[in-house]
Every structure is written in structure tokens, then in C-alpha cells.
């Protein structure tokens, strides 16, 4: 038998003998980590020798991260793995598929580059029970299923992807400072969230910063804010239905949603330099209303990420805080969770893959990244406490307690529209157009 639970990390690297196995991050057996699971999956695979190929998008720090991770899975296995990444991964993928000369393992973060592949015969099906044990040990674990589940070359519909790292699009950002100075409170409904913003404008303030701007893309938040509306105002299988394109984006669940985001962004008074504002404001440029003093904003809704823009020393959790972007109490739709994330799946019968899939069931495999940086996981076994950071941990917190996720539409849709009439409609939207107006013109646009 391998290396075990109680073997050190030094006597790990000269049995797994890997190319990542010499520097293994955390010592095996310490901290909170759950090393039962990795013992368990130790003793189950012995593949000593093998090697497996791995292609994904990870690049830079991010990739110091996977491997810092694949360290572990090279240890336990004895499996020599190779990751690589490129610039152009989504176009090379398809070309190494095509060539025949795929990896063993791709990770894509997008569903329907993924669905296409399956579709051609490229992919793998995961086996039967995956889809089960996502249901089960992931928040909103049949959405995470779902978003991995597509039509084979045969038509017949499989779970093809194994979804692993997460991104959250449902936050609102404040600051807790400017918040308790003028003695509101987080909301944790729509509908008090709703209030808040009118409350702030009787007290004299501006309660949102939203910008549009982002140079060709200019438009695109605007996508995140209808589609977050939409999980918000109509059951999740009308948001399934909408990205397809069965549900016409003119239908009036679409309208009432692009209507409620204007609720927010078309009301002068609701937003910082007035609705006229929104589009002309570079996305990046628009948080920092928070910051200043006196506050020229209370509240931006903006997925995890934003804080890269943020002032140059700003403390997380002091001088920044975020919120889940609530539901509507009386709607009685849970609590839907908009974001995105990587999906893993295999392109050869390599066993040394199918036991990578395995891997990715295990809690270890998630706590190794999360418990450095930008990593956050649905998998509701893993120890929070491990996150490397409040706000990560409260993050994952969020996908843990969903009852629904779903992947950014626009990404779903067709590229003329998620990526073009869909982003040019909104600043249409906030420029004076109505919601009608330009919903009959993106369903105009949609590829027939």
C-alpha cells in the first residue's frame, strides 16, 4: 500500500516520485484539512506510473494554484500529470479535439463550448452517480448537475462535466463604515433592499453606482443585473427557457425583469449622476463612489472580482464589505444564486482521468486551493474555515446555501446576442428606450 494519513510530506514526495509531488503546500496530516478523504482515496488508486495530460485555463498565479493542488492528487495516485494552458484555450481546445489529439482532461468555463463537444463525440460521459452525488453534496447541487449534463453524439442527454471552482455574480458591495454612520442595516430580503434605497434617498443620499462602461463590451453588467431580476421574479426553468431562446426574450417575464432593473438604473435619484450616468461610467471606475467622503453611493452589485478595482488599500471586511443580492420574500423562489465557474471533463478513457473525476469528489481536492486564494466551492463537505480569506469563506457560504445557481445567461445564448444586441439593448434601456422597446429588438436579432 502508499503513502498514507500518517506519512510525512517529505516520505510522500519519494513514493509518488511526481512532478509536483516534491513541494506539497500543506504537511499531510496537519492543519483542518480532511485528510481522511485523501487517505481513502490514497488506498483506492494505485496508478503508479501512468501519466495524464490536463488543459485548462488556469495561467500565471492561478496555475501556481492548480498544480499546488494536482501536488496531492500526484502523491496519492502515483500518477504523473501534465497541465498546460494557453491564451486562445478555448479556440485550442477545439482544435486539439478535432486533430485528435486531445488532453485526457479539459476544464472550460463555458457550458456551451462544452455542450458542443459533447454533441461532436469529443467528451466523455462521467458515470451514472455523479449526477447523484452532485445533487447531494452541492448546494443547489441539481443546477450544478444540470449545468454539466448535455446531448452525446447520439442525442441522448449524460452528465459530461464535472463542475469544480465556482465565481459569484449575486453581490452587493457597501461599506460597513458609511453603512453604521448613517444606521442602516444589511438587507436580507428584496423587498427590504427596496426600502433601503428609498430610505437613503429620503436621508439626502444616492443609494447605487452603476456603470456600463467597458469599451467594446460596454453594456454587460447590465446582462448580469436582468439575469440575477430574472431568478428573482420567475421560476428557474423560465431562465432555462429564455437562454434557448423558447422563451422569446420579448415575453413579459423578460420585460418585467429588464423593467426592474431599470427600477434601480433609470431612476435619477436612485443612482449616482442620474440615470444619463450608467452608460457613460466605465464599470471599473463606478465602486469607488463608496469610497469617497461623503459617500456618493451606498450599494454596487457586482460579482466577486470588483474589488480588483477597488482603491489601492482597501481592507476587505473593514473598509469593503458585500451582501447577497436577496430574494423576494413574497416570490417564494429560494435563494437563487448567479455566477459562473469551471467545468472538468474527460476527452480520452485514460483511467488515470476517470480517477482524476474521483478526485474532484473529494473535500481535499477543494480545501488545498481554498485554503489559498481565489477559490470558492459549492461542495457543502468541505471546512469553511479553511477559506484563505472572510470574504471567500463568506462566499462560499452563499453557493453553499443556494437552492438554485445558474450560469450567466448571456454567456448561454448565441454570441450575436448574449455578446452583442443583449449588451448594446441595455444601454439602449438606460438611454430612454423602454424595456419593450428593446426586448422586441434583441428577439429580432436572435439567430434563426
Same mark, same amino acid.
Request: glycine content about 10%.
Given at each position: 500500500?502508499?503513502?498514507?494519513?500518517?506519512?510525512?510530506?517529505?516520505?510522500?514526495?519519494?513514493?509518488?516520485?511526481?512532478?509536483?509531488?516534491?513541494?506539497?503546500?500543506?504537511?499531510?496530516?496537519?492543519?483542518?484539512?480532511?485528510?481522511?478523504?485523501?487517505?481513502?482515496?490514497?488506498?483506492?488508486?494505485?496508478?503508479?506510473?501512468?501519466?495524464?495530460?490536463?488543459?485548462?485555463?488556469?495561467?500565471?498565479?492561478?496555475?501556481?494554484?492548480?498544480?499546488?493542488?494536482?501536488?496531492?492528487?500526484?502523491?496519492?495516485?502515483?500518477?504523473?500529470?501534465?497541465?498546460?494552458?494557453?491564451?486562445?484555450?478555448?479556440?485550442?481546445?477545439?482544435?486539439?479535439?478535432?486533430?485528435?489529439?486531445?488532453?485526457?482532461?479539459?476544464?472550460?468555463?463555458?457550458?456551451?463550448?462544452?455542450?458542443?463537444?459533447?454533441?461532436?463525440?469529443?467528451?466523455?460521459?462521467?458515470?451514472?452517480?455523479?449526477?447523484?452525488?452532485?445533487?447531494?453534496?452541492?448546494?443547489?447541487?441539481?443546477?450544478?448537475?444540470?449545468?454539466?449534463?448535455?446531448?452525446?453524439?447520439?442525442?441522448?442527454?449524460?452528465?459530461?462535466?464535472?463542475?469544480?471552482?465556482?465565481?459569484?455574480?449575486?453581490?452587493?458591495?457597501?461599506?460597513?463604515?458609511?453603512?453604521?454612520?448613517?444606521?442602516?442595516?444589511?438587507?436580507?430580503?428584496?423587498?427590504?433592499?427596496?426600502?433601503?434605497?428609498?430610505?437613503?434617498?429620503?436621508?439626502?443620499?444616492?443609494?447605487?453606482?452603476?456603470?456600463?462602461?467597458?469599451?467594446?463590451?460596454?453594456?454587460?453588467?447590465?446582462?448580469?443585473?436582468?439575469?440575477?431580476?430574472?431568478?428573482?421574479?420567475?421560476?428557474?426553468?423560465?431562465?432555462?427557457?429564455?437562454?434557448?431562446?423558447?422563451?422569446?426574450?420579448?415575453?413579459?417575464?423578460?420585460?418585467?425583469?429588464?423593467?426592474?432593473?431599470?427600477? %434601480?438604473?433609470? !431612476? $435619477?435619484?436612485?443612482? #449616482?449622476?442620474?440615470?444619463? =450616468?450608467?452608460?457613460? @461610467?466605465?464599470?471599473?471606475?463606478?465602486?469607488?463612489?463608496?469610497?469617497?467622503?461623503?459617500?456618493?453611493?451606498?450599494?454596487?452589485?457586482?460579482?466577486?472580482?470588483?474589488?480588483?478595482?477597488?482603491?489601492?488599500?482597501?481592507?476587505?471586511?473593514?473598509?469593503?464589505?458585500?451582501?447577497?443580492?436577496?430574494?423576494?420574500?413574497?416570490?417564494?423562489?429560494?435563494?437563487?444564486?448567479?455566477?459562473?465557474?469551471?467545468?472538468? %471533463?474527460?476527452? !480520452? $478513457?485514460?483511467?488515470? #482521468?476517470?480517477?482524476?473525476? =474521483?478526485?474532484?469528489? @473529494?473535500?481535499?481536492?477543494?480545501?488545498?486551493?481554498?485554503?489559498?486564494?481565489?477559490?470558492?466551492?459549492?461542495?457543502?463537505?468541505?471546512?469553511?474555515?479553511?477559506?484563505?480569506?472572510?470574504?471567500?469563506?463568506?462566499?462560499?457560504?452563499?453557493?453553499?446555501?443556494?437552492?438554485?445557481?445558474?450560469?450567466?445567461?448571456?454567456?448561454?445564448?448565441?454570441?450575436?446576442?448574449?455578446?452583442?444586441?443583449?449588451?448594446?439593448?441595455?444601454?439602449?434601456?438606460?438611454?430612454?428606450?423602454?424595456?419593450?422597446?428593446? =426586448?422586441?429588438?434583441?428577439?429580432?436579432?436572435?439567430?434563426?
Amino acid at each position: 500500500m502508499k503513502s498514507g494519513f500518517y506519512v510525512s510530506a517529505a516520505a510522500l514526495a519519494m513514493v509518488a516520485g511526481g512532478a509536483f509531488a516534491q513541494d506539497l503546500k500543506f504537511p499531510v496530516g496537519e492543519g483542518g484539512f480532511n485528510w481522511a478523504s485523501y487517505t481513502a482515496f490514497d488506498e483506492a488508486n494505485n496508478l503508479d506510473g501512468q501519466s495524464l495530460t490536463i488543459f485548462g485555463p488556469w495561467r500565471g498565479e492561478d496555475q501556481v494554484l492548480v498544480e499546488s493542488m494536482l501536488a496531492y492528487f500526484e502523491a496519492a495516485t502515483g500518477v504523473d500529470v501534465s497541465y498546460s494552458s494557453s491564451e486562445g484555450y478555448e479556440q485550442q481546445i477545439v482544435i486539439d479535439a478535432e486533430a485528435g489529439s486531445p488532453p485526457d482532461i479539459a476544464v472550460l468555463p463555458q457550458p456551451g463550448l462544452i455542450a458542443d463537444l459533447a454533441a461532436k463525440g469529443f467528451i466523455k460521459p462521467l458515470p451514472a452517480e455523479t449526477a447523484a452525488w452532485l445533487a447531494e453534496n452541492y448546494g443547489a447541487g441539481e443546477s450544478w448537475a444540470a449545468l454539466g449534463t448535455y446531448a452525446g453524439a447520439d442525442g441522448t442527454e449524460a452528465l459530461f462535466a464535472f463542475p469544480y471552482k465556482a465565481d459569484v455574480k449575486s453581490l452587493v458591495w457597501y461599506s460597513p463604515d458609511t453603512f453604521a454612520d448613517a444606521g442602516y442595516e444589511v438587507p436580507t430580503t428584496m423587498e427590504e433592499l427596496k426600502a433601503l434605497t428609498e430610505q437613503i434617498v429620503a436621508d439626502g443620499g444616492t443609494p447605487w453606482c452603476i456603470g456600463l462602461g467597458s469599451g467594446g463590451a460596454t453594456g454587460w453588467p447590465a446582462t448580469d443585473w436582468v439575469e440575477d431580476l430574472l431568478l428573482r421574479t420567475q421560476p428557474a426553468d423560465v431562465y432555462d427557457r429564455w437562454t434557448t431562446n423558447e422563451i422569446a426574450f420579448n415575453d413579459p417575464a423578460i420585460v418585467a425583469a429588464i423593467e426592474e432593473f431599470g427600477w %434601480f438604473a433609470k !431612476t $435619477d435619484a436612485h443612482v #449616482a449622476g442620474g440615470a444619463s =450616468a450608467v452608460a457613460a @461610467t466605465d464599470f471599473r471606475d463606478s465602486p469607488k463612489g463608496l469610497f469617497a467622503s461623503p459617500p456618493q453611493c451606498y450599494m454596487h452589485r457586482q460579482a466577486s472580482f470588483i474589488p480588483s478595482f477597488f482603491p489601492e488599500g482597501t481592507e476587505l471586511g473593514v473598509d469593503a464589505d458585500f451582501f447577497y443580492f436577496p430574494a423576494y420574500a413574497e416570490k417564494d423562489l429560494g435563494s437563487p444564486v448567479l455566477g459562473g465557474g469551471t467545468l472538468a %471533463f474527460m476527452m !480520452t $478513457d485514460n483511467p488515470a #482521468a476517470a480517477a482524476f473525476i =474521483a478526485w474532484l469528489q @473529494t473535500p481535499i481536492a477543494h480545501e488545498l486551493w481554498m485554503a489559498q486564494s481565489g477559490f470558492v466551492t459549492p461542495f457543502k463537505g468541505v471546512n469553511a474555515d479553511l477559506y484563505g480569506s472572510d470574504a471567500l469563506r463568506k462566499q462560499g457560504e452563499i453557493l453553499a446555501n443556494a437552492t438554485t445557481f445558474r450560469f450567466d445567461g448571456s454567456d448561454l445564448m448565441p454570441g450575436a446576442v448574449g455578446a452583442g444586441s443583449f449588451w448594446t439593448g441595455m444601454v439602449d434601456f438606460v438611454g430612454g428606450k423602454s424595456a419593450q422597446e428593446v =426586448a422586441d429588438a434583441i428577439q429580432a436579432s436572435w439567430p434563426q
